[in-house]
């Protein structure tokens, strides 16, 4: 059976799903996967399906697109991102990708020289990793720190940066860990980026979904400071993921990074790539501009309520620890105990085992870089969240040493 070392997140998924022993005629739940289109309770708003139908029944987008995206979907997106910084984004610094997946495989492209490296989240995505395989990037991993928050290792960066290093990739709001980075610590990233002559990446695909004590802030805030790749979409504040629409900005006011020979060679990259469908980029305009707060703050609501009950039945599962409380995204890094279980290895074989017999399926942490951890992702609705955990419970009472010298043979 293949690793986690050497899949992706959606190829251990499959396997774990591939796993679930169909004969025990149990539901399968899975809160592996952040996908929350998965469950009835997170729809999109009808803005949004109806700018997209709108947009298709016109005929007038049946075409190709500029490679860099559609002039006004680049406008609405600098207009949106402009909200929330110290100054006004040009169109021309915004370039439309399919999905934020393909934006960091543009920032890791562009970045690419001989000898570079990349300093990247412990944990994070794995997905930066396989981008920079292909394109001869070594990857240098910061360690997040679980009892700071989720916090980035400054020293570990100090430590880590030289003369190669070209980027810093700072996932915000966190994932996997669901953390929610405060003004004060971006800035002390800004400034070590400064330091090194680095840029950032700012990984925002969970843009705005924030609803613990810590507001989101965007990195390109700093832009000023230091040259900032912004990347996002319209997947999981939308709801869209399957939408494929997202972005890579150059959030840099004092043209650092985006001189004549970078935009040149930006271009150049997105005449070789396929962007999003253009009647999904023509919707955006009116998605952007038109989707109520009121959409936004049920989402919201509902997240704080469901990541509140996994932390809480996370709590009555002695062999799982959730060290700090999520602020927000969809997903939470919890700690896995594998001394208080009997015949339990590590993660993997926790998370294949639970999946054959409890049909519940969690991403095993190494998957994402940390051996002994799984990740849960509360998007979910409450009754299946509540299920799930409840057989996870079960699992770990048959699994259990305290279950087996209670009960076990004598």
């Not at 022993?21 to 803005?47: H, L, Q, W, Y």
């Not at 934020?100 to 562009?110: G, K, Y």
Request: proline share 6%; charged share 20%.
């Amino acid at each position: 059976m293949e690793t986690p070392t050497n899949v992706t997140i959606k190829g251990i998924l499959g396997l774990l799903m591939a796993n679930v022993d169909g004969e025990k005629k149990k539901r399968v739940i899975s809160v592996g996967m952040g996908d929350p289109t998965a469950f009835s309770c997170f729809t999109t708003t009808s803005v949004a399906r109806d700018a997209v139908r709108d947009a298709l029944d016109s005929q007038k987008f049946n075409g190709y697109s500029p490679t860099v995206g559609l002039p006004q979907t680049r406008r609405a997106i600098s207009e949106y991102l402009s909200i929330n910084l110290p100054y006004k984004l040009s169109p021309d610094d915004v370039y439309i990708t399919a999905g934020c997946t393909q934006a960091i495989e543009v920032a890791i492209s562009i970045l690419a020289r001989p000898n570079a490296n990349i300093l990247v989240p412990k944990p994070g995505f794995p997905i930066y990793e396989l981008c920079a395989a292909f394109r001869n990037v070594e990857i240098r991993h910061v360690d997040l720190l679980p009892e700071n928050g989720w916090e980035v290792d400054l020293d570990a960066v100090d430590a880590l940066a030289d003369h190669n290093t070209v980027a810093i990739v700072i996932i915000n709001p966190g994932n996997p860990c669901g953390n929610v980075y405060s003004f004060q610590h971006l800035k002390k990233i800004a400034e070590m980026a400064k330091k090194h002559k680095i840029v950032v990446i700012a990984d925002e695909v969970y843009g705005h979904l924030a609803f613990g004590s810590n507001p989101f802030v965007p990195m390109g805030v700093f832009g000023s400071m230091v040259p900032v790749l912004t990347l996002g979409s319209l997947s999981k504040r939308w709801i869209v993921p399957g939408w494929r629409l997202g972005w890579f900005v150059t959030t840099d006011p004092n043209a650092i990074f985006k001189n004549a020979k970078t935009v040149e060679r930006l271009k150049k990259y997105f005449d070789i790539c396929g962007g999003p469908a253009t009647f999904i980029q023509a919707a955006v305009p009116r998605i952007l501009e038109e989707t109520s707060d009121a959409f936004f703050t049920k989402t919201l609501n509902i997240l704080k309520h469901t990541s509140d009950l996994c932390v809480n039945k996370i709590n009555t599962i002695p062999c799982l620890t959730c060290p700090t409380k999520p602020q927000g995204s969809m997903a939470v890094m919890v700690k896995l105990n594998v001394s208080l279980l009997t015949d339990i290895k590590d993660d993997i074989d926790f998370c294949f085992k639970l999946a054959k017999e409890e049909s519940v399926i969690l991403l095993p942490g190494l998957t994402v870089g940390l051996k002994n951890w799984v990740r849960i992702t509360f998007a979910a609705e409450p009754s299946a969240l509540e299920e799930a955990l409840d057989r996870v419970k079960s699992f770990y009472q048959r699994h259990s040493y305290e279950e087996k010298f209670q009960f076990g043979p004598s």
